[in-house]
């Protein structure tokens, strides 16, 4: 899986020799060198537990330069030159504190310069050392930097200036700038900006192209999206170009970097083990849509650090071609894979987005003939170790999948609780829609009480009455109760009202339908007709001129 602050270290000499420096998983430094059966053989351990994230780089005097930290926070140098080894701390830890200390090492005639970022309580510190005669001198400061995943990037030119890019704050947002370091006059420049944005500015990624154009590549952030920006500056101006903004996306680039590949310049960035780039001449005038690589070797994806050391009579092996007096020096970082020798992404076509394998080292020939008993034993041992590397990458990567699993089995079971949740509130909506639609079901409603029953076969809601009932006058709701004492008739008026009976003989009265009424019913209306309560007059005659609610006429 590409990352890219772990990173393979591969240097071809200017006798043609391909080595490799790397940490594998048993947190073992060593370097290897490529056969010409295109297997990795020759090993040669330079130290043991160490941390993965180091930084390696080839003198013009053919030997290597390697720093690295313990398992305890100690920085330590080693110088080789692929059999010889020669180790020693230059800075010890006063409490062991392991993290990633970007290191970096330049180099230069007879002097090494150290580089390496350290944490000081809350803040963090960009320091270096010289070393002379392998005796590391007094660690200096250069700034203060940010404690984010890349808070800076050093390099250097051919005239041996050192340039250490990182960020200063402007008073509301953090910049991005540089200061310049004379290795003739041993002083450092003040800051100078670079960005002017209305937000933070991080990530710098720089190189120094053939002509000595400095080209930096940043991410900076808006309100909402993560934008990957180009900028350069010509040797022969101290004005920087105009921001050119790459892409925009939700996701952050920290896994991106710039290189030089002939006369082209490529702003790349991988996410998800998937290479995305955009292309554009040395001049930075005009760049490429953001496009996906047509190759993409999947999770095999590695960072690599490749270097061309330049021969005697100042030519280079290095595919980019060299036209200018000025050289970025230090090694190109370049997403690829190390198997079966080792491959390079953006080196073998100019059309980038075609399915084209990239190129591989060495490149494969047919054999001529037999192969020697030490060479077969080499090919078995490289063989061997490689069957490990791998068998140990498989472990680890099983290892960060069962972390994963936990993580999906919670997710899972709290989509399935929204899931339920979501299912039950569905329900009451169905519940109530239904309701609304179709809120009287026949009779069913009266037998729990919740319609009243009115003349003519209707139904109303006792729920609606109540309201309708509140607007009955106060002086008929205060109006006396008639009992059934009051509304007893005398004998008096009962025979009276059998005298009348008798004097209208058999005759059955009609109702107002035309049909017979019944005796129940006239006996009824009878009794209706004939009593008449006690009541106040006044009371008596707010009941006979109130006509009751509007509402209670129509419902009727």
Known sequence: MFNFHNRHYIF??????????????????????????????DVTVIARNVHQYFYAELGQDDFYHILYQDNSGNINYAKTDGQYVKAFPVLNSKTPAVYNKQLYIAPLSDEIYLFYVLQHGNSFLLAYQVLRNNRPGTPKIVDYVSGSSIPCFVLYDTDQ????????????????????????????????????????????????????????CYQRRTSKLYEI?????????????????????????????????????????????????????????????????????????????????????????????????????????????????????FMETEDFAIDHPFRQYPSPAPRDGGTSVD?????????????????????????????????LANAYMELSKETEKLSLRLNLLENKLAQVSNPYHGAEPAKYGLLEDIPGGHYRDTASSAPLRDKVPASVKDKPSVSAKDTAPSPEEQQSAAENSSASGDTIAANNDGFPESSGSQTRKTSAEGTKPSLDPEALKAWEEWQGPKEWIEGI
């Open 161 to 216: 200036n050192i340039y250490a890019f990182y960020q200063s704050y402007d008073g509301k947002y953090l910049q991005l700038g540089y200061k310049k370091f004379s290795t003739a006059r041993k002083h450092w420049s003040d800051f100078t900006a670079v960005t002017k944005h209305q937000g933070n500015c991080e990530f710098p990624h720089v190189i120094i192209d053939s002509s000595g154009t400095i080209h930096l």
């Open 229 to 345: 920006v180009c900028q350069h500056k010509t040797p022969d101006r101290n004005l920087w170009s105009a921001e050119t903004v790459l892409h925009s996306s939700i996701h952050p680039f920290e896994n991106a970097s710039i290189l030089q590949v002939n006369d082209r310049i490529i702003v790349y960035w991988v996410r998800d083990n998937i290479i995305y780039y955009c292309a554009g001449p040395l001049s930075g005038s005009s760049w490429s849509k953001p496009a996906r690589y047509g190759v993409q070797p999947g999770r095999r994806l590695q960072c690599i650090c490749y270097k061309e050391q330049q021969t005697r009579d100042g030519s280079s092996f290095s595919p980019g071609k060299r036209t200018g007096d000025g050289s970025s020096l230090s090694p190109g970082i370049y997403p690829g894979v190390v198997s079966e020798g080792f491959k390079l992404i």
């Open 375 to 407: 060479e077969l034993k080499s090919l078995v041992l490289s063989s061997f170790r490689q069957l490990q590397d791998k068998i140990g990458q498989m472990d680890a990567e099983w290892a960060e999948i069962r972390k994963e699993m936990p993580k």
């Open 12 to 41: 071809r000499q200017s006798d043609g020799q391909i080595r490799r420096f790397s940490c594998d998983l048993r947190q073992n430094l060593s370097t290897s060198t490529l056969g010409r059966n295109g297997i990795w053989g």
